[in-house]
């Protein structure tokens, strides 16, 4: 298989607030960027709270100058899957109002934060199925350096096998490096460790990789 080609450097608005986006939008092709990432919660464009017309609007927008390409939550994957309800209600209606609003964008997913390893309480919610089927996959990038603990490593790989829509991002070099292993989900065609700082999105199995996931940002979450 050859080699990957660069997608182009991307802009993500992770600390952008104003212009809105139709003039986010308007910049970001005047500069030649060919694709953005919106931060989707209250601390960016607080997407969810968008009606429809005005995001069809921007979609369409986006389709003349430059595709919105993802969402990013403030949603973290524990409080998916927390014992509290209260907060698990409120993490699901906050991840799929985000995840409706990305797909009306055209984006083809939504970023969760993955700040803190899974605990077996963790772990026994996802067995219950209250992961939420969402309009579009669900990246969750880790937060945690001991993320990259074993027991921590296995709770991930039983995210992704019985959640299919949630994909992993990570600098997938750096994770290689430190596990000191390739894992089982690698995508096909990438060589472990070729590659600096390349979040890549995978969903478990080669056929789910989504691909590089480029952009800028000034090191906020």
């Known amino acids: 298989m050859g080699a990957l080609s660069a997608p182009g450097v991307g802009l993500y608005s992770i600390s952008v607030r104003e212009p809105d986006v139709p003039a986010l939008l308007t910049w970001a092709a005047g500069e030649g960027i060919p694709f953005v990432h919106l931060r989707g919660g209250p601390r960016g464009f607080d997407l969810g709270r968008r009606d429809l017309a005005a995001l069809r609007r921007w ?29 698990r209600s409120a993490a699901r209606e906050q991840t799929l109002r985000l995840a409706d609003a990305a797909a009306a964008l055209g984006a083809g997913w939504l970023r969760l934060l993955a700040r803190i390893p899974l605990t077996d309480c963790h772990l026994s919610a996802l067995r219950e199925g209250v992961v939420p089927l969402a309009a579009v996959p669900l990246l969750v990038e880790l937060h945690h350096p001991d993320w990259l603990a074993p027991t921590a490593f296995a709770a991930m790989e039983e995210v992704l096998d019985r959640c299919p829509q949630i994909r992993l991002l990570a600098d997938t070099a750096q994770l ?21 700082n390349s979040p890549l999105t995978d969903s478990g199995s080669p056929r789910g990789w989504a691909g590089p996931i480029t952009h800028s940002g000034s090191g906020e979450e």
């Open 176 to 196: 290689c490096q430190r596990t000191r292993q390739t894992p089982r989900w690698w995508p096909v065609g990438f060589p472990a460790g070729g590659q600096e």
């Open 59 to 87: 979609r369409r927008i986006a389709d003349d100058l430059v595709p919105i390409t993802g969402v990013t939550a403030d949603v973290d994957l524990a409080d998916l899957l927390t014992e509290d309800h209260t907060i």
